[in-house]
């Protein structure tokens, strides 16, 4: 069945406006290892990570604020990308006709710098090829999957570009379209701008990952975002999972990091919402306090969250882990979506995604004026 309802009455631009004026968070310590700590997140429980963890979570969010330095993102040379500097082969993701940014790329922990490689079109270099090898090793468990200390493939959706309105309407359109998933899912709907949006740079990053994968087999896929880059992080892994095959199957090369998920809007109706738990994955959704985001678009039209939530209290002291309905009403379906704080939005864990996004931004313009300028002519001989 085809939902179609009336775009929520909300002032887009006042809500893009107040991206730029949230108060900024204070800077923490670096993070720790990708790698080890998504590891370590994982042990003892098949690797699915079925517990929440708060660790992982701060680490993992740095990963969403990179995403947000598209200058950068190339040469991994933002303040976040500082957290990771065992990321290589970075590609960039860009869908410019709605505006999708991300990134895919591989870490692998502490390697030296003067092997990194980065590039927007193509795949790993010789020098990284022998490096992801050695990164990955022989220890594998029993389906062959890459252990702790190896290569991982980090796949990174931006959320809505605070200077574009478009992306606002495209996250707050109510339209549905049935999505089957190859007849796995007969009564499927998935919001029609989110698949839109993701359909755009699909084939990017299949053919990132391919690339990955031609020299590190062997490998976990840890896929994030935030905003309208959760929603695109849902479709991504249900796409390279369901559609594509990858980590089906006991004796799979290809295993999936637990999914986290920052202020991420309702994906589809509730066949979409239970799909997404069906392939053994867990997907933890971080809502901090009145959020209003992950209010969008309303259930009344149809819409559903997948479990599990993660709720937390405005100063973000403390969280409730929710039950796995997807939709409880203890959490943050406690509050309505007219009367959501922006600021929520954009304030997770250690992340201020408007003080990052504008950063960022700076940054990008700096460099571009310092690589273009003329040089300056020497002063004239004094006679």
């Not at 020299?215 to 695109?232: D, E």
């Not at 799979?252 to 637990?258: D, E, I, K, M, N």
């Not at 403390?318 to 959490?331: A, I, P, R, T, W």
Request: proline fraction near 6%; charged fraction near 20%.
């Amino acid at each position: 069945m085809k939902v179609s309802t009336p775009r929520l009455a909300l002032n887009h631009l006042a809500l893009s406006l107040l991206l730029f004026f949230s108060p900024a968070s204070a800077d923490p310590a670096p993070v720790t290892d990708l790698t080890t700590t998504v590891a370590a997140s994982s042990a003892g429980d098949g690797g699915l990570g079925l517990s929440y963890d708060e660790g992982l979570a701060s680490v993992i969010v740095r990963l969403t604020e990179a995403a947000y330095c598209t200058p950068q993102l190339a040469s991994w040379s933002c303040k976040a990308c500082q957290h990771f500097p065992g990321m290589r082969n970075v590609t960039v993701i860009n869908g410019e006709k709605r505006n999708v940014r991300g990134f895919v790329g591989v870490d692998i922990g502490d390697a030296e710098p003067s092997n990194r490689y980065t590039s927007t079109t193509r795949g790993p270099g010789p020098d990284d090829r022998r490096h992801l090898r050695a990164a990955e090793g022989d220890d594998r468990d029993a389906g062959g999957a890459a252990q702790s200390g190896k290569a991982r493939i980090v796949i990174t959706f931006s959320g809505t570009d605070p200077s574009s309105v478009k992306n606002w309407i495209d996250d707050l359109e109510a339209t549905t379209v049935p999505n089957t998933y190859g007849g796995l899912c007969e009564q499927c709907q998935v919001h029609r701008g989110f698949l839109a949006a993701y359909d755009l740079v699909k084939d990017q990053v299949r053919y990132a990952i391919g690339q990955h994968m031609q020299y590190n087999p062997h490998v976990q896929i840890l896929i994030t975002g935030h905003s309208l880059g959760a929603a695109l992080a849902v479709l991504c892994f249900l796409d390279l999972r369901v559609n594509r095959g990858l980590g089906q199957g006991p004796n799979s090369s290809v295993s999936f990091a637990p999914i986290y998920l920052f202020g991420s809007p309702r994906v589809g109706n509730e066949a979409f919402a239970t799909l997404t738990t069906r392939p053994g994955v867990s997907i933890f959704r971080l809502v901090h306090h009145r959020d209003p985001v992950p209010h969008l678009p309303l259930e009344a039209w149809g819409y559903h969250h997948p479990p599990t939530e993660v709720f937390y209290t405005e100063d973000q002291s403390s969280y409730q882990v929710c039950n796995n309905s997807g939709e409880d009403d203890k959490c943050s379906n406690q509050f309505w979506a007219i009367f959501g704080n922006i600021e929520d939005h954009l304030w997770y864990l250690v992340v201020n995604y408007s003080t990052a996004y504008m950063q960022c931004q700076l940054d990008g313009e700096s460099r571009a004026d310092r690589e273009t300028a003329p040089a300056l002519a020497p002063p004239a001989a004094v006679a």
